[in-house]
């Protein structure tokens, strides 16, 4: 048997749609996660960056069970004193909607210079509407 690894100009990256309306928040992103970092590929390496784009339309439309929308608390901090928040999931969601998907992926993947990588090709749109129709997404039932 014989091990390969992938070269750089052997990669192909695919581009998937994911329509993130009525998903729950933590079930679509742990499979976006797998996606971006390249776990769903059978030549899975992971010092090598072998995932594919996504693209998440309907952002502001995600699914969070429970109390999450009034309980769950996003924390954003300066660094400089007295500029701590907390703020609940309702009002992340009225300010920027796309955080919610974002913050759940982002903190899914490791947290090394391949998640910088990884990250920058999860794409996330609060409406139906995006710019990337010229790469032909496939649309990823999730």
């Known amino acids: 048997m014989k091990t390969t690894i992938p070269r750089e ?12 309306a009525d998903k729950v928040l933590g079930r679509l992103a742990v499979k976006i996660a797998g996606i971006v970092s390249g776990k769903d590929k059978v030549n899975y390496t992971p010092h090598i960056d072998l995932g594919d784009f996504v693209v998440v339309v309907n952002a502001g439309k995600i699914k969070l069970t429970g109390k999450k929308e009034e ?17 609940p999931a309702a009002a992340i969601r009225a300010k920027d909607p796309t955080r919610l998907i974002s913050d ?8 090394n ?3 910088r990588q990884a990250f920058k090709r999860v794409l996330v749109y609060p409406n139906a509407e995006h710019p990337h129709q010229a790469q032909q997404p496939k649309p990823l039932e999730l």
Do not use: C
């Open 71 to 87: 309980q769950k608390m996003y924390t954003d901090y300066s660094g400089f004193r007295g500029s701590h928040r907390d703020r």
């Open 9 to 20: 100009n052997e990669i192909k990256r695919s581009w998937y749609l994911v329509d993130a």
């Open 104 to 111: 759940a992926i982002k903190r899914m993947l490791p947290k």
């Open 113 to 115: 210079r391949l998640m």
